[in-house]
């Protein structure tokens, strides 16, 4: 990346120059516009464009003027993942089968950014329903990796990942039932924060209710801290989500992680594919935080088999979505997805319970877990992004096997985890990991990446110009 073009810079970089004068919120957003004209042909990271972002850009770019900014994202461009409601857009999921009538108020993370100023510059791609980790729909087609149109962004958060790593504005709103906004993040060498369940409020709540959040992605840890000040806040409409906490998330993020102690896991109630250059990856992160002053050491946390309790939860929350669809579209859905919601839509209420009560023990086991250790470090992804193309096959086997196998467990849980790029395979792919914290401790989790970031000192990249 360059710090001389506006469309590559970070959100904290591009406030700074605003308040400057030094930049104005018209010309970042026009270098944006201009990004994505020329790039999204190939990637195809937006369900929509806002017409009006130009608009909003020149009425941000006044408030500096007259020093009057409206809050801590005032001019900062910015998109939301094609499952939030964003006012006067249609919300379709990536799926045919939705309505595709606008909605008519903004999801409280939509809403939150809108307050803090941010200038919306469209809705990103997801898969259908945020159903699977390929980064594809049937809506809107294959959505594809900057760093090789040949593979895949990952999913469900497909069109915020490229979006992040191709320089189509600063800050991204996805979201992740099972790894949906990590997953991404790690293969479009991005940032990409799952926060503490009911951090981020969510209204209407999705089928993925009891394990979905949504969070901030983006091309640095300090940029998704600044982001979640405006989307963390509570919303009356979500009945489950945290009490407000007012709090600027940046606050201590620089203060590195001597002293503290850091669980290596490779086992999460089973054992997740992991291939020789993600081993590497893991291993550099760790050797990284003991350099900077951590105790570092591997540790098993002795969870259930959480691929059972995901697994059963996935399932059911795919047969209530099909059973919502007209049986006349049915066949409009994504093969997978309608194969999994057959698969599981018989599932006996007391198998359903059972795995309900086994996603609890593993949270209980890892809140024991957290007594002793401050952050726990493992593998994002099983390997590097896979071609874009691939046809989805025994998706139950892929879930647990090749997409989602190092992420779901924190779902599970509902702990914090945050993606982070250590660097690039030999084939030019970004490689992650992830630091998990503690169920309400958002604040070690990006403290923790944060660390490690600053350590890494990865240089700064522009995929498309790789």
């Not at 009490?243 to 992680?257: K, N, Q, T």
């Not at 647990?400 to 914090?416: E, K, S, V, Y």
Request: glycine share 10%; with cysteine; proline share 7%.
């Amino acid at each position: 990346m360059t710090a001389t073009d506006p469309a590559l810079m970070d959100a904290e970089t591009l406030i700074a120059l605003y308040a400057r004068r030094a930049l104005s919120p018209v010309e970042a957003l026009k270098a944006v516009m201009e990004r994505i004209a020329r790039y999204n042909p190939a990637i195809n990271a937006f369900a929509a464009m806002n017409p009006n972002a130009l608009r909003q850009a020149g009425e941000s770019e006044a408030r500096w003027a007259a020093g009057r900014p409206l809050g801590l994202l005032d001019g900062v461009p910015a998109t939301v993942k094609d499952v939030l409601n964003l006012a006067g857009f249609p919300t379709r999921r990536g799926s045919r089968t939705t309505d595709p009538r606008p909605q008519a108020e903004d999801a409280p993370a939509v809403l939150g950014l809108k307050a803090a100023g941010a200038v919306i510059v469209g809705k990103t791609t997801t898969t259908e329903f945020g159903w699977k980790t390929p980064g594809d729909c049937p809506l809107h087609g294959i959505t594809r990796n900057p760093w090789n149109n040949r593979r895949t962004t990952g999913g469900s958060s497909s069109g915020a990942g490229a979006a992040a790593s191709a320089g189509f504005g600063a800050l991204h709103v996805g979201t992740d039932a099972g790894g949906s906004i990590r997953i991404p993040a790690a293969f479009c060498g991005v940032v990409g924060f799952k926060p503490s369940y009911g951090r981020v409020p969510q209204w209407p709540h999705g089928a993925f209710s009891a394990v979905s959040c949504a969070g901030p992605m983006a091309r640095t840890v300090r940029d998704a801290a600044l982001l979640l000040n405006a989307i963390g806040r509570a919303d009356a409409r979500d009945p489950l989500c945290l009490p407000d906490e007012p709090r600027e998330w940046r606050a201590g993020i620089e203060d590195g992680v001597r002293g503290m102690r850091i669980a290596l896991v490779r086992r999460w109630g089973f054992e997740p594919l992991l291939d020789a250059d993600g081993d590497a990856a893991l291993q550099r992160a760790a050797e990284t935080l003991r350099a900077e002053g951590a105790l570092v050491e591997e540790a098993d946390p002795g969870l259930p088999d959480t691929r059972h309790a995901f697994g059963r939860v996935w399932g059911v929350a795919l047969a209530r979505l099909v059973a919502t669809v007209p049986e006349a579209q049915r066949g409009e859905l994504d093969a997978g997805l309608d194969e999994v919601a057959r698969r599981e839509g018989g599932l006996p209420a007391t198998e359903f319970l059972f795995a309900d009560a086994m996603r609890v023990e593993a949270a209980h086991r890892m809140a024991l877990f957290h007594l002793k250790y401050d952050l726990v470090l493992t593998a994002a992804t099983p390997t590097a992004a896979f071609a874009a193309d691939q046809p989805t096959l025994k998706p139950t086997e892929a879930l647990w096997r090749d997409w989602a196998p190092w992420t779901f467990a924190q779902n599970l849980t509902r702990q914090p985890a945050i993606a982070v790029t250590t660097g690039l395979d030999d084939h030019g792919m970004p490689r992650a990991v992830q630091i998990v914290a503690a169920q309400g401790r958002d604040d070690l989790c990006l403290r923790g990446a944060r660390a490690l970031e600053r350590a890494l000192e990865m240089p700064e990249i522009d995929p498309l110009a790789a």
